[in-house]
């Protein structure tokens, strides 16, 4: 499965940005979708995912309360919903795709990657 993440850019503090994770290849609905981010000089850092039908879905603790996740497999993808987002949120986004049921905080168990999107937060 090729994976394609979009929805970037730069907003400030409290402002809210969308991402999406559009699939093409084999069957959507085989692979548990998460959400990954990375800054700087930080390891990659669990975001959200959802399990294949959608019906499952896990965030890290430091987006809990802002962040949604949701997917649609009629269309092939997977929406990030970030609200009330924070300079700390500054991160390359990474949608990726695991050949489990429900999706996973270990990034070990991911086999497809997209290619990233960048978010910014200015105070």
């Known amino acids: 499965v090729q994976l394609q993440a979009s929805g970037g850019g730069l907003v400030q503090a409290g402002d809210s940005l969308r991402l999406s994770c559009a699939a093409s290849g084999r069957t959507f609905s085989e692979y548990a979708i998460g959400w990954f981010r990375q800054a700087p000089g930080k390891e990659r850092q669990f975001v959200a995912g959802v399990s294949r039908s959608g019906g499952w879905i896990q965030y890290g603790d430091s987006v809990k309360g802002r962040f949604s996740i949701s997917r649609d497999n009629s269309v092939n993808t997977v929406d990030l919903q970030m609200n009330s987002l924070e300079p700390e949120d500054t991160a390359v986004y990474y949608c990726?795709?695991?050949?489990?049921?429900?999706?996973?905080?270990?990034?070990?168990?991911?086999?497809?990657w997209g290619q990233g999107t960048q978010v910014t937060v200015s105070s």
């Open positions: 990726a795709a695991a050949v489990y049921p429900l999706a996973t905080m270990d990034e070990y168990k991911y086999e497809f």
